[in-house]
């Protein structure tokens, strides 16, 4: 009945290693959470690599990629997951429906030439994927989960798990409206954990110190709090990072954070959440 959260890739839009960032780190987005036996990989961002090097020490991989969307920082580390290069792997990608490409179609796209050598139809893994929309709900390997729109450009999606009376929202690439967001609300009510968008500052996203952000589609810790009071959650954790900020910039980021809603931490790599079961009333 173990429900747990690592991180293993806290950055938005673009990998930023060296030592300025070591402690946060520098891989793009990449969560896994593990409930019970079944596991859930939401995005493959570069920090997918890291995680599959260390499935590769835990015998045959079974897991469920979940895909917030197709920009380039959530996918990219997907070639680099070693557990796809065995037979006994059995991976499903759940992604975005979209008008134009399929989740096999981009999947196929990023691994063709001439940018990647090996092409997704020669791998030797167990490869299935599924499309969802906002307002899906999908129950896999014991666990619920439900799906909400995100506010991003090209579309994104917000994903809930629940699971032995526990739950986490996973809500990146979106960005706030004038007021919470209505939908991110529903999903993230009561929930233990909120994982959220906050990858600008409120004056970086106003355009006080440079270009504007407004419709990038990223959202800040400002905003993140505001939503994880009105869904009432448990732990508010920042996330995706903007690649330009620094360990101790991100460390007064979290500060600011918490001065407005007191369970907030800032993601890093590395970073454990366990939950543990709680009774489900009949």
Request: charged share 20%; glycine share 10%.
């Amino acid at each position: 009945m173990t429900f747990s959260i690592r991180f293993w890739g806290v950055r938005g839009s673009i990998a930023a290693p060296g030592p300025e960032t070591a402690a946060v780190g520098g891989n793009t987005s990449c969560v896994e959470v593990t409930c019970g036996a079944s596991r859930f990989i939401l995005d493959s961002g570069t920090g997918i690599r890291s995680l599959g090097d260390s499935l590769m020490k835990q015998g045959p991989v079974e897991a469920t990629l979940l895909l917030s969307h197709h920009h380039w920082d959530h996918i990219q580390g997907l070639p680099f997951f070693t557990p796809i290069y065995l037979p006994t792997t059995k991976l499903t990608v759940v992604g975005p429906q979209t008008d134009r490409l399929s989740n096999i179609d981009v999947l196929e796209h990023q691994m063709s030439s001439p940018v990647f050598p090996v092409r997704l139809e020669e791998l030797p893994c167990a490869l299935d994927t599924r499309e969802v929309m906002a307002g899906d709900t999908l129950d896999l390997g014991g666990a619920r989960i439900r799906v909400a729109k995100a506010n991003h450009p090209g579309g994104s999606l917000a994903y809930r798990i629940d699971y032995a009376g526990r739950s986490v929202v996973y809500a990146t690439d979106t960005e706030h409206y004038s007021c919470v967001d209505p939908a991110l609300r529903a999903l993230a009510l009561g929930a233990d954990v909120l994982i959220y968008d906050s990858q600008y500052t409120p004056a970086e996203y106003r355009g006080e110190c440079g270009p504007s952000k407004v419709g990038w589609g990223h959202s800040t810790y400002e905003d993140g709090a505001k939503l994880a009071h009105a869904a009432d959650v448990g732990q508010y954790v920042l996330f995706h990072h903007d690649p330009r900020r620094n360990d101790e910039q991100v460390a007064h980021v979290e500060r600011l954070a918490q001065s407005l809603f007191a369970g907030s931490v800032a993601a890093r790599e590395g970073m454990v959440i366990e939950l543990p079961a709680r009774a489900v009333a009949a």
